[in-house]
């Protein structure tokens, strides 16, 4: 049998052996080439993937950089194609808030007065007036039109339209019925004064303005810096939604100081990040700054600068940074109305948030990203929010051509 099988077998039991060993050899080498070719074409990937982000993070540095003087923008044109915005002429505006009238004034700012409107839809409008007069605020004026129209946002207040009648000059706002988060903060509920805000609330306002600054920053190219992010351009809906208005308007207007103490340059006293007020270095983490004196007054109750508290106390920032991360004294700053409507806990992330957004290094403070991150988790556990809560919402990236930016100001985003 044996001898029949070796007689008729092609291979010796030796070879067959021999046979078997390079099979597997050939196996391995097979196994081996795959692996070495699977590594490199993973090493590939990898390498360009890195070449892809340093190539986005170069363009995105130098799509941010201030324009040389050869870059100077030219005068942008407001076209339909450019723009959602309403044009409205000065008689419809004057029909809409019956001839401007005194009664429908919902405030003042630093670039002039807003009032409340009705259109001929019956939709309920916020109109304001800008008191512009020079030819280089008319420009700046088309400028924000232009970029204000292309971003939307269900966190950002939405622009309407606009009038550029002769020398009339007014923006047409969607109108928000429970004004802005400051009238909130400091009121004593007296005299018809709306009752300060409970913590949930509080906390819910702080997350969508978040998110507002979020998009300036993160979701339009280059990132558009606020400069004037503070309680009053914090406008509430009927459900105490928030919305972050008067983005890019502090670029917007005369230095014309009235009350309000809003120049270009400047911002608004209290919410400027140190080194902008110093330098005139304006970058994305100047919001964050102002964001984290925004947090401060939901968490104290006190307004940013008050030189009538006593001495030590009369600027928020000073006052409350060294006491922000102690637990025994960060009892101290809460807005006593707030008492029971916490815990300590969650008390402690946020001023450990607002601590870190103050900071007067600019590189120590968080991207907006990150705070909105820190601040989802402490609003999640709290009553369910259809719009706090539901399914993140995705924006898409904004493009915004360099005409359409104030090059002398949006001069870089550091991160
Ligand atoms: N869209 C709006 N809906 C409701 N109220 C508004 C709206 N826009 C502005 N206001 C009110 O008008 C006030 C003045 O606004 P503004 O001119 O932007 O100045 P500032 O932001 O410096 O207070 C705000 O504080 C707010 O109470
Ligand atoms: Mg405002």
């Not at 970029?147 to 009339?168: E, F, M, T």
């Not at 939604?241 to 911002?267: E, N, P, W, Y």
């Not at 706090?388 to 005409?403: A, D, K």
Request: overall charge neutral.
């Amino acid at each position: 049998m044996v001898r029949y099988l070796e007689e008729n077998s092609s291979l010796s039991p030796p070879a067959v052996t021999q046979f078997n060993g390079d099979r597997r050899k050939a196996g391995i080498a097979l196994v081996v080439i795959v692996v070495i070719a699977a590594l490199a074409v993973v090493a590939l990937l990898v390498a360009f993937s890195y070449y892809w982000y340093i190539r986005n993070k170069v363009r995105r540095r130098f799509t941010t950089e201030r324009p040389t003087e050869s870059d100077e923008p030219a005068p942008p044109v407001l076209s339909s194609c450019h723009t959602e915005a309403q044009v409205f002429t000065f008689k419809q505006l004057q029909v809409a808030t019956s001839n401007f009238s005194q009664n429908n004034v919902i405030g003042h700012g630093g670039f002039g007065s807003v009032y409340k409107g009705v259109l001929q839809d019956g939709s309920k409008v916020a109109v304001k007036q800008l008191d512009l007069g020079s030819k280089q605020g008319e420009q700046e004026f088309r400028v924000e039109v232009d970029v204000l129209s292309r971003l939307h946002s269900p966190y950002l207040l939405a622009l309407i339209g606009y009038c550029a009648d002769h020398d009339h000059r007014l923006l047409v706002y969607e109108y928000m019925p429970n004004g802005s988060l400051q009238e909130h903060l400091y009121s004593d509920g007296s005299s018809g004064t709306p009752p300060k805000l409970d913590w949930e609330t509080r906390m819910r306002i702080a997350l969508d303005a978040a998110r507002g600054v979020e998009y300036l920053h993160e979701y339009v190219d280059p990132p558009v810096i606020h400069r004037d992010f503070k309680s009053s351009n914090i406008l509430l809906d009927r459900n105490y939604h928030a919305k972050v208005s008067d983005f890019g308007l502090a670029k917007l207007g005369s230095d014309k100081v009235g009350g309000h103490v809003s120049t270009r340059v400047l911002g608004t006293q209290g919410y400027v990040a140190p080194e902008y007020a110093l330098t005139g270095h304006l970058t994305t983490k100047s919001d964050v700054y102002s964001y984290g004196v925004v947090l401060l007054e939901l968490l104290t109750g006190r307004v940013p600068v008050d030189m009538k508290r006593p001495p030590g106390q009369g600027v928020l920032v000073s006052w409350a940074l060294p006491q922000l991360t102690d637990r025994e004294k960060l009892i101290q700053i809460i807005d006593p109305v707030l008492e029971g409507q916490f815990s300590m806990k969650e008390f402690m992330q946020v001023a450990a948030i607002a601590a870190m957004c103050v900071q007067p290094e600019a590189d120590y403070r968080p991207l907006m990203a990150d705070v909105v991150q820190s601040l989802v988790p402490l609003v999640k556990h709290l009553r369910p929010s259809s719009r706090v809560i539901g399914t993140p919402l995705h924006h898409n990236i904004v493009t915004l051509q360099s005409s359409s930016i104030d090059s002398g100001s949006s001069s870089a985003a550091n991160d």
